[in-house]
């Protein structure tokens, strides 16, 4: 049995790793993938101590401090289910089950889709999640941004560069997110803004090539190759039922990064700390490892 | 006879490097096709793929999108 479990590896989940290591304590990572959302994010320029870095170079940076302690991370694993068994807590992955005295959450989030007809049929067939990994495909290519946060600012922005025309369709009154980002996406020649616009559907033959919008009552189809969906994400929470969340599946956490339940902690974009940014997950992250390590001292 | 190996990515996608990085840790030798800059080769992804996402690798003709672990071990016959 462990002292610790630590499920995902983020920037939450690398930190707590981390922590985890200089404490000495005996623990594994279990993880789907590297990096977290960080690894997907564009342009980074307000991490502490790097003036610019990318998302993937940070995500590395990440990865190679952890490598640096030699922590045990099993990658590709996915926790399906957590599970109290008096003293001891269950892990139970895709491929295995594992049992520890504490566990520190950190799954973070993942996007959150369209609901929308041609959503699913054109996944990866010019719909996409990640403008980083997939936006070098789409030079002088006319796309659609759909959302209106700083993920939709992000992706713009990326996407600016690149592409063709970008289309940003939000459906609120105005553009969200950060008024320095907002403000490179408005000055965009080639942006053209759709407030206040709903997708109705995504359309084409063997790949996307428009996209029907309903502004203001009246409907609109744009043709484009690409789609990028950035309206938001949900939190990787599903697998453990019993803990409290709030009513977006965020796990509720104290100051302590203490869930409602002895022994499981939380630390990420997949509790309900306000903000969701890499420093803060990270920070919040050593904050969790700290309070395994406490309450393993005391019990 | 070592296998004919192509990995197709772009520069900024995470599991591009992590596929680049796992087949060089296992002494595999493979082309690397960067379809953000070579938009014929992009082309020839998506006509291989039947998909625009990142990556593809391409193991003698077998076409494997995604960095799918077990799938590239068993077709590469790696423990």
């Known amino acids: 049995m462990y002292d610790l479990i630590i499920i995902g590896a983020g920037p939450a989940g690398i930190t707590a790793a981390v922590y985890a290591s200089r404490k000495k304590m005996d623990f594994l990572v279990l993880t789907k993938d590297i990096g977290g959302q960080a690894a997907w994010s564009g342009d980074i320029e307000n991490y502490t101590g790097y003036q610019f870095i990318t998302g993937p170079e940070l995500a590395q940076k990440f990865e190679e401090h952890m490598r640096k302690y030699n922590i045990p991370v099993k990658e590709g694993e996915e926790a399906i289910e957590v599970k109290v068994l008096g003293e001891e807590i269950s892990v139970k992955t895709n491929k295995s089950e594992y049992k520890s005295k504490t566990i520190i959450i950190a799954s973070g989030k993942r996007s959150k889709e369209l609901g929308v007809s041609g959503e699913k049929e054109f996944k990866n067939r010019g719909l996409t999640y990640c403008a980083t990994c997939d936006g070098p495909l789409f030079a002088q290519k006319d796309v659609a941004v759909i959302g209106g946060g700083n993920s939709a600012l992000d992706a713009a922005l990326q996407l600016i560069k690149i592409a063709g025309r970008v289309y940003l369709v939000n459906n609120t009154p105005g553009l969200g997110g950060d008024l320095i980002m907002r403000q490179k996406v408005e000055q965009a020649a080639n942006v053209v803004l759709f407030n206040d616009s709903r997708v109705l559907e995504i359309s084409g033959s063997q790949m996307v090539e428009s996209i029907k919008i309903l502004k203001a009552g009246k409907e609109e189809s744009i043709p484009v190759q690409g789609v990028f969906v950035e309206i938001g994400l949900v939190p990787n929470s599903a697998f453990i039922k019993d803990v409290e969340k709030n009513e977006h599946g965020e796990i509720k956490i104290n100051s302590r990064n203490e869930t409602s339940i002895p022994a499981i902690f939380a630390a990420g974009d997949v509790t309900d700390t306000p903000q969701k940014q890499i420093i803060i997950a990270a920070g919040e992250g050593s904050k969790a490892a700290l309070s395994a390590f406490y309450y393993l001292a005391q019990h | ?79």
Do not use: H
């Open chain 2, 1 to 79: 006879m070592p296998k004919n190996v192509k990995v197709y990515s772009t520069p900024t996608c995470s599991w591009c490097i992590r596929l680049k990085k796992f087949l060089k840790e296992n002494n595999i030798e493979f082309e690397d096709i960067d379809v953000g800059s070579d938009r014929e080769r992009a082309d020839e992804m998506v006509k291989i793929s039947g998909q625009m996402g990142v990556p593809v690798l391409d193991i003698e003709g077998e076409i494997i999108v995604g960095f799918d672990r077990e799938l590239i071990k068993q077709s590469l016959g790696l423990q």
